[in-house]
């Protein structure tokens, strides 16, 4: 008896903005294999990838994982890039300091100390 696995019926849907961002995120990691001189099939190999899957991820393909990105741009040396994502969470820090100073009251059922 075969275990089917749970899989989404379609693609999510990738919008013209994010596309793009992806297209320069595989244009990116394209020229920093070719500035190491590094084949193709050096760097499939080296991720246990396919060409194929590795011209996808070059394309900036969304269909593939983002482990994929992730250690094809390990393979490039470039993975302290990704501790750049999302590192600095500008919009979260102001939302919360505006909820901060909005009628800093405490909340229902807080600890509140009595004199």
Do not use: C, W
């Amino acid at each position: 008896m075969s275990i089917m696995m749970n899989m989404p019926s379609k693609s999510p849907i990738i919008f013209p903005q994010e596309q793009s961002q992806l297209a320069a995120l595989g244009e990116r990691i394209k020229l920093a294999r070719l500035r190491r001189k590094l084949p193709a099939t050096a760097i499939a190999q080296r991720v246990g990838i396919s060409r194929t899957t590795l011209h996808k991820v070059e394309a900036g393909q969304p269909e593939v994982t983002l482990g994929t990105y992730f250690r094809v741009i390990s393979a490039l040396g470039l993975s302290k890039d990704f501790d750049l994502l999302a590192a600095d969470d500008k919009v979260g820090r102001k939302l919360q300091d505006l909820a901060l100073t909005a009628g800093a009251r405490p909340t229902k059922g807080a600890f509140t100390p009595r004199p």
